[in-house]
């Protein structure tokens, strides 16, 4: 298992996740990273309605970039399908870094 982080960006601004959580891969993590945005879109439908630009960045505890994850791809499944499988294509060439997953 190996540790990631998921920190949150929004208007240009980095809340750092301190803690992290123990996943067997960085699938596992970006599947999690999907269910953590449903909970913040939940909270923001709560609030004013509005997710605005927030993403959640996951990083590996040796500070590797994982993916990236706008929440308005949570809203839209074919937005989030094409993402996830861009991902997947690009996972051998991580030095080209997709937006998300």
């Keep these: 298992m190996a540790k990631y982080f998921f920190n949150i960006r929004s208007a240009g601004r980095v809340e750092p996740d301190n803690v992290g959580a123990d996943f067997d891969d960085d699938v596992a993590a970006e599947l999690e990273a ?8 939940d909270d923001a439908l709560a609030g004013d309605g509005s997710v605005g630009s927030q993403e959640i960045e996951i ?7 994982v993916a990236t994850l706008p929440l ?16 997947e ?7 080209d870094a997709p937006e998300i997953c």
């Design 34 to 41: 999907v269910e953590a945005a449903k909970d913040m879109i």
């Design 89 to 95: 294509r690009a996972s051998s060439d991580k030095s």
């Design 59 to 65: 990083v590996t505890a040796a500070g590797d970039w």
């Design 72 to 87: 308005k791809a949570v809203l839209d499944p074919q937005e989030l399908r094409r993402r996830l499988s861009s991902r």
